[in-house]
């Protein structure tokens, strides 16, 4: 006959749910980034881990039906729990940094994770089952669900906002796997002390403390070799911001910026891209005054709008602040694009383009979007005729937009798809492109009014690259940047963000950008 649980005792069982569901929860958004940022597919990445995640959680409960009995001791149920938690304490420390090991020797990354979130959903999935029945010996069966789910979803509710908004930003990827296998070593060592079934594992759960501890300090610099294994040069700084992990590196007179493990620029050959991208578009209005710069949080495409004598004012929206920080802050990044930043014309603001261009302050006299490739959905979106609708009555009657459209020679159908979205309005298009050394191809399209014709004025002031040949040139667009189905073609939508697709098929051939 199993003895009664004290009010005391209840209060730890109950807590013990809702730290457990929001560990598991973590941890299951923890895996999803970190498979996102290994293998480049944030849709996959997601799907794999939250279907494999729940089916797991699924066994678990069902596992713990051949433990849970009426016949089963409460000690039995109690040890069980115990062990539940204690096994979770080195999945949580040492998986994740078995992810980038694989990733950094080519080894199978999603088989890996598939293993490692079945062995967490399992795990998860028993601690619920098991606490609902130690509980139900002691109150009604009704209430125990209600309370037991009830923090278990407000469990859930604390790590879904917790690990974007404070962990990831702050801790990053592998110091919030070493801080969460605390939890888990916790509550086992909570209800040692809380139930005298458990006392004879008190010692135990007590030692185990400081070596998670240990394994989580040095998994962190661990982490960082790891990490500087896959690039090919010195990393010279590194920073986890709730939407991406920034990198970079440098070697002798060579600077890299990734963004999640992409190559954004070289500095031998990025004034290539950012001249391409910004003074066509300025040379194609007759007085650029106001520019709106969408992205470019690096500050290079900045650089080069500021060159244009015209130019009164600059607003720049960027997402990411440690973006931004690092492009103000970093000397080497800094001097690069000659700190631009610092520019009593430039006005920054942070937070998604798709949010705040309804309340820009046009008309602007050239909008230049700088985005990554779209390969996600929230990417995806800002090259959508949604998008396009908030931004174009943004520019004046003599207005200019362009924006980077990948690479034509690898993924065509991603350009056309970007050209046939804007035409959708009254504008004219123009799609041209450069060879970048570090990317090969890359593609851009131009958009202005269908009543203005498309004229350049002179550059006023010499290029390291760009000249009126150069421009002729990228005008020039090979027709084998073109899907050999043109009419087929489709705009990308919210609704249906096709991009994505296009921007896949092709992935593994294609320089990411």
């Known amino acids: 006959m199993n003895r009664s649980i004290a009010p005391s005792q209840v209060r730890v069982l109950l807590v013990t749910a809702m730290l457990s569901s929001a560990a598991g929860l973590i941890l299951e958004l923890l ?16 799907g794999v881990v939250v279907g494999t995640f729940l089916a797991a959680m699924g066994l678990g409960a069902w596992l713990t039906e051949f ?20 096994s979770l304490c080195p999945l949580c420390l040492l998986g994740p940094l078995a992810l980038f090991q694989l990733f950094a020797v080519d080894g199978p990354l999603w088989l890996a994770v598939v293993v490692l979130t079945i062995l967490v959903g ?7 089952p098991l606490i609902t029945r130690l509980l139900e010996t002691q109150q009604q069966l009704r209430q125990v669900l209600a309370r037991v789910l ?9 790590g879904a906002l917790s690990f974007p908004l404070l962990l990831l930003p702050t801790l990053g990827l592998l110091p919030t796997a070493a801080a969460l296998a605390l939890v888990p070593i916790g509550c086992a060592c909570w209800l040692s002390w809380t139930f005298d079934d458990l006392r004879r594992w008190r010692r135990g759960a007590l030692f185990s403390i400081p070596l998670i501890a240990a394994g989580g300090f040095f998994s962190i610099p661990l982490g960082d070799r790891i990490e500087d294994s896959l690039y090919s040069d010195p990393v010279i700084s590194r920073a986890q911001s709730r939407f991406q992990r920034i990198v970079l590196t440098r070697r002798r007179g060579d600077m890299r910026l990734y963004l999640d493990g992409n ?6 050959d990025e004034y290539r891209y950012h001249e391409a991208l910004v003074h066509p578009a300025m040379a194609a209005h007759p007085n650029p005054k106001r520019v709106l710069l969408l992205g470019a949080g690096d500050g290079l495409a900045l650089r080069e709008v500021l060159r244009w004598p015209n130019v009164e004012r600059v607003d720049l929206i960027e997402l990411d602040q440690a973006m931004l920080t690092l492009a103000q802050e ?34 602007f006299d050239v909008v230049i979007a700088d985005f990554p490739d779209p390969d996600t959905a929230a990417v995806a979106r800002l090259y959508s005729v949604g998008f396009y609708s908030r931004l174009l009555p943004l520019m004046g009657s003599n207005g200019v937009f362009v924006t980077q459209a990948s690479t034509p020679f690898f993924t065509p159908l991603v350009l056309a798809s970007i050209e046939k979205s804007l035409q959708h309005f009254p504008v004219k298009t123009h799609p041209y492109s450069v060879t970048v050394p570090s990317f090969g191809p890359w593609g851009f399209v131009l958009a202005h ?14 290029a390291r690259w760009f000249d009126r040949a150069q421009l002729e040139r990228m005008l020039q667009f090979p027709k084998d940047y073109r899907p050999s189905d043109q009419d087929s073609v489709q705009a990308n939508r919210l609704s249906r963000p096709i ?3 296009y921007q896949r098929r092709d992935r593994w051939s294609a320089p990411i950008r």
Do not use: W
């Open 31 to 46: 895996l999803v980034t970190q498979a996102s940022y290994l293998a480049g597919n944030a849709t996959l990445a997601t």
């Open 330 to 363: 970093h000397p080497a990044l800094q001097s690069l694009n000659q700190n631009s930043f610092a520019d009593p014309r430039v006005n920054v603001e942070v937070g998604d383009a798709f949010g705040l261009l309804p309340d820009q302050p046009g008309p």
């Open 67 to 86: 433990l849970a009995v009426s016949s089963t001791p409460r000690a039995a149920l109690l040890r069980c729990l115990f062990l539940v938690e204690l």
């Open 122 to 128: 399992i795990l998860g999935g028993m601690e619920l």
């Open 263 to 268: 190559l954004q620029f070289s500095s031998r």
């Open 499 to 501: 991009l994505i697709d």
């Open 449 to 462: 009014r269908e009543k203005q014709p498309l004229t350049f004025q002179p550059v006023p002031f010499e």
């Open 150 to 158: 009830a923090l278990d979803y407000f469990g859930s509710l604390l």
